[in-house]
């Protein structure tokens, strides 16, 4: 049940990923009906004794924040409720997506199976994405024309962004068996350098400066913790210099760098950010209701360039305009239980960036990406589980992703 269970999950990212330029509904039903049925599988197993039922402390501000979202609806405190029906979905399909992982990833195996499926996955939208970017007419996957409207897509993803934040929360998990797997160091090698250079080429800024980030702490956080000898570790880092060069050079990384000399670049940003505070103002318990920041924008705008502002470019302050205070709370919650244990496993690490990331931006707006953040938040709570079982246990804690460096 379990490996069929993580075939389930690797396949819902790899189909939900794939569509997200399709401007339509079902490419966000599709997984949201998934979640919920791999949900309801295991909960109706722990309920019949078939499984025992995994548990996180995770959870608690998860289940908070889909009860918030019902109680918006329930006392009618949402400027606009359909948009908080479809926010209680999305919220409901991130803890679904959790609560499963939880349920199967305590398993080392299936655990190492499922992350390196998700990151062989994203090597081969690395390798695609940029090179789908050379053709003049930009067509997704080199066949399908894009939407008619004002974004470009890389690969499949609508925003460059939302594709800087799939790498972020994958690259981590190719570096650290990048390190540790010596049997399969060069391909893991490879992979994290072609992933990195695809940010580059996908010239978001933030992306460029948290893969950065990932690409020297991470392995530095593994040979810190004694997970291998620095012997094995000047390999490794030698060998990815060298490859990721070559591929960053390929990767053309003039628009990036045009787009970091930009004189003001947090401009429009800045004016989110002031427009939003004055929304917390106006409502700072109950907020405007999941979902619909963009729907209250327009009566706190400080300007206006002609453009549709969709998100507030900063999702701390979009919870909490739309949530209010107590939203904030529990977002800070769960970021406090996650971050620490994300860091401390080193190939989870990519949580803590991407939480970086949602100060500057929205990157896990969409459904897919956020599928593969609760996915990976819910191998991190698993293998947390499998350490205080351990630690109980009185046993020397083993390798967490089940490598043999």
């Known amino acids: 049940m379990r490996n069929v269970t993580a075939t389930a999950l690797c396949l819902t990212v790899v189909a939900s990923v794939s569509v997200m330029w399709v401007q339509a509904r079902w490419p966000v039903t599709m997984p949201e009906v998934i979640a919920f049925g791999l949900a309801a599988l295991w909960a109706a197993a722990g309920f019949?004794?078939?499984?025992?039922?995994?548990?996180?402390?995770?959870?608690?501000?998860?289940?908070?924040?889909?009860?918030?979202t019902g109680l918006q609806l329930a006392i009618g405190s949402t400027a606009y409720a359909w948009n908080t029906k479809v926010a209680l979905l999305y919220w409901s399909a991130n803890l679904a997506f959790f609560f499963v992982t939880v349920q199967i990833a305590e398993d080392r195996r299936t655990r190492m199976r499922l992350l390196l499926a998700l990151v062989f996955f994203a090597f081969l939208i690395a390798i695609v994405s940029p090179v789908q970017a050379l053709d003049p007419a930009n067509k997704v996957f080199f066949v399908f024309d894009p939407p008619k409207i004002w974004w470009i897509p890389f690969g499949p993803f609508p925003y460059v962004n939302q594709y800087a934040a799939f790498i972020e929360l994958l690259l981590p998990v190719a570096l650290y068996m990048a390190v540790t797997d010596r049997k399969r160091r060069i391909l893991h090698v490879v992979i994290a350098a072609a992933m990195y250079a695809s940010v580059i080429a996908s010239a978001s800024r933030a992306g460029f400066v948290l893969t950065t980030i990932e690409m020297v702490l991470v392995p530095v956080m593994v040979f810190r913790r004694g997970r291998v000898p620095a012997r094995l570790l000047k390999s490794p880092a030698i060998l990815s210099g060298a490859i990721l060069m070559m591929l960053a050079a390929a990767a053309g990384p003039a628009r990036l760098w045009d787009r970091l000399n930009q004189p003001d670049p947090y401009m429009g940003r800045r004016e989110f950010l002031e427009s939003s505070i004055q929304m917390i103002r106006q409502r700072p318990l109950l907020g405007v209701g999941l979902g619909n920041w963009a729907t209250v924008y327009p009566g706190y705008a400080v300007f206006d360039d002609g453009l549709f502002v969709n998100q507030a470019h900063n999702d701390w302050a979009q919870w909490t305009v739309e949530g209010g205070l107590p939203l904030l709370c529990i977002m800070l919650m769960l970021a406090i239980w996650a971050v620490p244990r994300a860091i401390r496993s080193g190939w989870g690490s990519g949580i803590a960036i991407v939480l970086v990331h949602c100060l500057v931006d929205y990157p896990i707006q969409r459904t897919a990406v956020a599928a593969v953040f609760f996915i990976v938040l819910g191998t991190v709570a698993a293998s947390d589980n499998e350490d205080a079982r351990k630690k109980k246990g009185g046993n020397q804690l083993p390798d967490c992703l089940g490598a043999n460096p």
């Open 48 to 68: 019949i004794g078939w499984a025992r039922p995994r548990l996180s402390p995770a959870l608690i501000p998860l289940i908070a924040l889909v009860a918030w």
